[in-house]
């Protein structure tokens, strides 16, 4: 299995704080490494809530959507403020070394993980997130 | 090649920022600077993402509420820190990936020992502050000193300037 073919390519088409589709997108910065048997993506997500995280593969692709509640609800004026209130959105494409059926996710202090082990590509499937 | 356009929509009357709105951002420009004055300078140097979290700070009459990101790090790694109305936020991102035998394949998120200061906007009660943290987030509650507090001075109106 080559590297080449098991690297989720990053979908160029969303940016940071990217403002599409009627709201603020952030992309969540991510780390991927290789394990004998997966692939594990971590994502730096903090603030989301688990039951508003959405995960999806669908056609080689793998979607991760986190709607943000507003930080800061009826708090007085702001002093300083350096991040805004916007979605997570990110999209990877997933080789066909993948095994969809078998992706798994949990999220744990503010980090997104993503367990895509490796076979071959199955159907579409939507993944839920698990507590952890 | 790309098209570079000459002329921009806003740059054409309706869309363009009047000059009260100019003034104003170059007032809180001179503002911040007064009150920070390479604060804005080292912010950049950080990055959103690097040498320190990204801030939220706000207030209300008796409290201001510093909330951080800070995803993926021990809260018993957390060094909050409260020096007259400075307030220091440090501690040391690692990696949360079990296993050792991985290959890292792709990496953005930046790791190692962070330290960010920032002035409050008010005096604080130093033995008055909380920190809490959940889902990556660091929230932590100052309480303003008296003093700051801000205090609404009635102004009366019942008696009239003696004159001769």
């Known amino acids: 299995m080559s590297l080449e073919a098991t690297m989720p390519q990053e979908n160029a088409e969303v940016s940071p704080a990217e403002h599409t589709r ?6 969540p910065n991510v780390d991927i490494y290789e394990l004998p048997a997966e692939l594990v993506v971590k994502a730096d997500m903090p603030g989301a809530k ?4 959405d995960i999806q593969f669908e056609d080689g692709s793998l979607v991760i959507h986190a709607r943000l509640p507003a930080r800061q609800e009826k708090q007085g004026p702001f002093s300083r403020k350096e991040y805004g209130v916007g979605d997570y959105y990110r999209t990877f494409r997933v080789s066909e070394q993948i095994d969809a059926s078998r992706i798994s996710a949990d999220y744990s202090a503010g980090i997104l993980t993503l367990h895509l082990p490796k076979t071959e590509a199955v159907k579409p499937r939507k993944i839920q997130v698990e507590a952890k | 090649m790309g098209m570079i356009p000459w002329k921009n929509k806003t740059s054409e009357g309706a869309g363009a920022p009047s000059l009260a709105e100019f003034r104003s951002e170059v007032n809180k420009l001179f503002d911040s600077f007064l009150r920070e004055p390479f604060g804005a300078l080292s912010d950049a140097f950080n990055g959103r993402n690097g040498g ?3 801030l939220d700070v706000s207030q209300t009459d008796t409290t201001v509420t510093v909330h951080a990101e800070l995803p993926g790090i021990d809260p018993k790694e957390i060094d909050v820190t409260v020096t007259g109305d400075r307030l220091t936020i440090a501690g040391e991102k690692k990696e949360t990936i079990e296993r050792k035998d991985h290959d890292v394949f792709h990496r953005e998120v930046k790791y190692g020992s962070f330290s960010r200061t920032i002035q409050l906007p008010t005096t604080v009660d130093p033995r008055e502050v909380s920190a809490d943290y959940a889902n990556g987030m660091l929230t932590v509650t100052l309480k303003k000193t008296p003093n700051a507090a801000g205090r609404k001075i009635p102004v009366s109106t ?3 300037p003696n004159s001769p």
């Not at chain 1, 688990?50 to 995280?53: N, R």
């Open chain 2, 52 to 54: 320190g979290p990204a």
């Open chain 1, 22 to 27: 009627g709201g603020t997108y952030y992309r």
């Open chain 2, 158 to 160: 019942g008696s009239t």
């Open chain 1, 50 to 53: 688990m039951d508003e995280i």
